[in-house]
């Protein structure tokens, strides 16, 4: 029988997904992790640790009281006003027990901004649909007690599974084109190097606002290039710029006051590594 040496119990909601699985598989041996799944399948239904969790129709407290958690780790998707429901309810339970949040959330809190990259206490700003609900989520988390919240905001996540590099692969089989933005400059992670920096954060019981990306800026046109190009050896790829805007345009998060250790962080470059690994 597997024990563990830590106090903590974790539940992972969307624990099923990409960038969710990828923080289960690494929390699993350390911790008693607990995590949801939304659509059926065997794989989830014979593991006790996962529970089914459709956002849109059941109510997050069930499974809160079902796994009495130490540790939410909010990796969500969904409707974006039944995700903001499921929020408030988990403020309530981080309210009455005593229970941390860990929100990832993403660099479009910032969208509206252009001219610089942003910072953990830079004003939220964000022009599109998703980074207002980002917004929105964490504003409400950031009036709970300092110490029950952490607030990651993440760039682009790529991984040799990520949605996006399976997206290239497919428009490099199909020959269709493969959309680039020339004007925005970003930065990127891993899903690989997120994981860890969750697992840091837990140990180290740190609590506040994290900016998790590369240390280093890329340009999106030139870095999906360079993507292409560590992934296949195909000539003859087809790209569709798109402009935004006339001129660069900026889409990154950088630390400056919650800085992890040396060993934590990542470059452009070992992300392009990790793609083929």
């Keep these: 029988m597997k024990t563990y040496n830590s ?32 659509v059926s399948k065997k794989i989830y239904e014979d593991n006790h640790q996962f ?3 459709n956002v ?21 998707r969904g409707d974006f006003r039944a995700q903001t429901i499921a929020h408030q309810h988990i403020a309530e339970y981080l309210f009455d027990h005593d229970s941390k949040l860990i929100f990832l959330s993403s660099a479009n809190v910032f969208d509206a ?3 610089y990259p942003s910072y953990e206490f830079d004003k939220t700003l964000s022009g599109s649909v998703y980074g207002h609900f980002k917004i929105k989520i964490e504003n409400m988390l950031l009036r ?28 490099l089989q199909d020959k269709t084109a493969i959309e680039i933005f020339p004007n925005i400059i970003m930065n990127v992670t891993t899903d690989t190097k997120v994981t860890q920096q969750i697992h840091y954060i ?3 019981n740190k609590s506040g606002i994290f900016h998790l990306g ?15 190009k560590q992934i296949s050896s195909k000539n003859g790829v087809i790209y569709k710029h798109v402009y935004t805007t006339n001129e660069d345009r900026y889409l990154a998060v950088l630390p400056k006051f919650n800085k992890l250790p040396k060993h934590l962080e990542i470059t452009s470059t070992e992300v392009l590594e990790d793609l083929t690994k």
């Excluded at 709970?144 to 040799?160: E, F, N």
């Excluded at 590369?214 to 292409?228: A, E, M, N, Q, W």
């Design 7 to 38: 106090k903590h119990r974790i539940l992972i909601l969307g624990a099923s997904g990409f960038l969710g699985n990828a923080i289960y598989k690494e929390l699993l041996g350390y911790f008693k992790t607990f995590g949801t799944y939304r």
């Design 113 to 115: 901004y252009s001219k």
């Design 144 to 171: 709970l007690p300092k110490k029950k919240v952490a607030i990651i905001r993440l760039p682009m996540v790529l991984g040799s599974q990520s949605p996006r590099l399976k997206e290239i692969r497919q428009h």
């Design 202 to 204: 837990i140990n180290q």
């Design 214 to 228: 590369s240390t280093d800026l890329v340009h999106h046109d030139d870095y999906f290039k360079d993507i292409v």
């Design 56 to 76: 849109e129709e059941d109510d997050v407290y069930e499974i809160l009281e079902a796994t009495k958690p130490t540790i939410i780790i909010s990796c969500l």
């Design 51 to 53: 529970f089914q969790y």
